[in-house]
């Protein structure tokens, strides 16, 4: 069995992605580790598969026709990787910091019991962003020592196997969003425990992964919330419903307001804006209307 499988998402992040894999290449060269590198790649037409081809000729290349979202990407990934001990999953824009990829292996381990790590992350100058730990709540933890979370997310993970071989992948009803909350929450269902470890340290380059796609992003993004509650709290998912539409409701009436301000040739964004507004609310009146079947792939005890 190989130890170790990392599996990167990536769409038009060329640069970012060759960083990644840079600093992943070495850390595992100072922490003597072998993993099996699998870079999935959405259709970014950039020159991003042709550039980690030429400058990381080991890593597998899974070039996807389409950009279906992150939730298959993975999915993809996974499964050329699900034959290692542990499968890392990462976005793009993330550097890993010396020591980081070493402390989680160690950790896994070290604690039979644990499903999977993650750690927090960090702005480029070093100082702590808002990292998820929780599935509810966004309280800001103390990462003086480890300790348990509900959520450790695919921005940088490092999964046991047996996690995805009893829960499956990510549901790829998600495109962009939600699909690890989605993961997160059936886990803490069936009792998987997860820890944060402080030593696990990446730079995370804040919203540069998703600005190539930030229009498709926002038109798929209230329908996905409304998916999640109906799926795992249909009781609210009412509620949610009307408070998603007055957001979206009042960011509309706020875009109109700052049109106004504008010259005409400042005005195409605010109104690109608009219209991915509009789309958003029609596909999240039509899907909290009807319901979808998850479509989350099991790989079964390899």
Do not use: C
């Amino acid at each position: 069995m190989v130890e170790l499988s990392i599996v990167v998402v990536t769409y038009k992040t060329k640069e970012l992605v060759i960083n990644f894999l840079t600093s992943v290449e070495r850390e595992l060269e100072a922490s003597g580790l072998a993993a099996k590198i699998i870079v999935v790649d959405n259709a970014s037409q950039d020159g991003t598969v042709e550039s980690v081809r030429d400058k990381f000729p080991e890593a597998i290349v899974i070039a996807n026709n389409e950009n279906s979202g992150p939730a298959k990407a993975f999915n993809l990934g996974i499964q050329e990787g699900i034959d290692s001990k542990y499968v890392l999953v990462s976005n793009s824009d993330i550097q890993v910091l010396p020591g980081t990829i070493k402390v989680m292996y160690e950790y896994l381990e070290a604690n039979s019991d644990i499903m999977g790590v993650s750690g927090p992350l960090l702005n480029e100058d070093g100082t702590l962003q808002q990292t998820r730990t929780q599935i509810m709540g966004f309280k800001s933890p103390k990462w003086d020592q480890p300790f348990q979370v509900e959520f450790v997310g695919t921005t940088f993970a490092l999964i046991r196997r047996e996690a995805y071989l009893q829960l499956g992948g990510y549901d790829e009803n998600y495109y962009f969003y939600n699909e690890d909350l989605d993961w997160a929450e059936r886990a803490k269902r069936q009792g998987l425990p997860f820890m944060a470890l402080p030593e696990a340290k990446v730079i995370h380059f804040l919203s540069k992964g998703m600005v190539q796609n930030r229009s498709r992003i926002m038109r798929e993004l209230y329908w996905s919330n409304i998916y999640y509650f109906k799926k795992f709290y249909p009781k609210i998912s009412w509620l949610v419903y009307r408070i998603l539409s007055l957001e979206i409701h009042f960011n509309i009436a706020k875009l109109k307001k700052q049109l106004r301000k504008l010259e005409v040739n400042h005005q195409q964004d605010l109104e690109q804006q608009m219209q991915d507004l509009v789309v958003a609310k029609n596909r999240m009146k039509k899907h909290y209307t009807n319901s979808l079947e998850p479509k989350i792939p099991f790989w079964g005890q390899m």
